[in-house]
């Protein structure tokens, strides 16, 4: 019933290293620069030798810096010639995320939506690191069961990069989804999904009517918006009534 998802493990990574911080440092100094308009679209960053002297790291964690952002598609790296930003393009995810509304009134069903919680929290340990921020570091937060018809079918539980997505806690979202509110504000980059079957607890369980033992599919989702990572959502679905597919071509 749902669109096309190739399934793969993400493990949340460990604590950041001094190392990790470095490099982070020097993609964040890039991005700042690009979003703050001084670097625009075909113009040469500073090199990894110049990077070396501005933010006094190695030349291996200015390399890293810079294979990463181009990794992202944030910038395009030349041979014998330098590194540039890429030119703004859309580009088709392989792993197709797709807005639930959309998905729902495609099949000639109504989507409705009820917001269960939505405030800003403080990152925990744990999701600081999946974020990549720092212990206690405002995100927004959402619990919204999606309908179809009168049938409950996604129960979303997202945090939020206030930063990568500013605005978030004052939209309503029982008019426009969080999909489309973050595609507007923070366009995807690239995606990490995991996909798994379990039994559901008791909230989870309430909120899609679901019998005590009735086992529901989660989509583990986290996304990458301007090299950050800008939301981490539980996507939870009664697994008698949702099902993904994908069809494989081969090359």
Request: glycine share 6%.
């Amino acid at each position: 019933m749902g669109a096309g998802i190739v399934s793969f493990k993400v493990s949340a990574p460990m604590a950041m290293p001094p190392a990790a911080a470095r490099y982070q440092k020097v993609k964040h100094y890039v991005l700042e620069r690009i979003e703050g308009g001084s670097l625009k679209a075909g113009e040469r960053v500073p090199s990894e030798n110049e990077l070396v002297r501005e933010l006094a790291v190695s030349r291996m964690t200015a390399n890293r810096a810079l294979r990463e952002l181009t990794a992202d598609g944030v910038l395009v790296r030349l041979a014998g010639v330098g590194t540039f930003v890429a030119e703004a393009r859309v580009h088709a995810h392989p792993l197709e995320v797709r807005n639930i509304g959309d998905e729902i009134r495609a099949r000639g069903h109504e989507h409705r939506a009820r917001v269960v919680a939505l405030e800003g929290v403080a990152a925990t340990p744990e999701l600081a690191e999946r974020f990549e921020l720092p212990a206690g570091a405002a995100l927004g937060y959402s619990l919204i069961t999606h309908f179809e018809g009168a049938h409950p079918l996604q129960v979303e539980e997202r945090y939020v990069n206030l930063e990568a997505a500013p605005g978030y806690l004052a939209n309503d979202f029982t008019r426009v989804t969080p999909h489309e509110f973050l595609i507007r504000v923070a366009p995807l980059q690239r995606a990490e999904h995991t996909v798994r079957a379990l039994v559901p607890e008791r909230r989870i369980r309430r909120l899609l009517k679901l019998e005590a033992d009735e086992a529901c599919l989660l989509i583990r989702r986290r996304t990458f918006s301007q090299g950050r990572i800008a939301s981490i959502a539980d996507l939870y679905h009664p697994g008698s009534r949702y099902e993904l597919s994908a069809t494989i071509q081969p090359r």
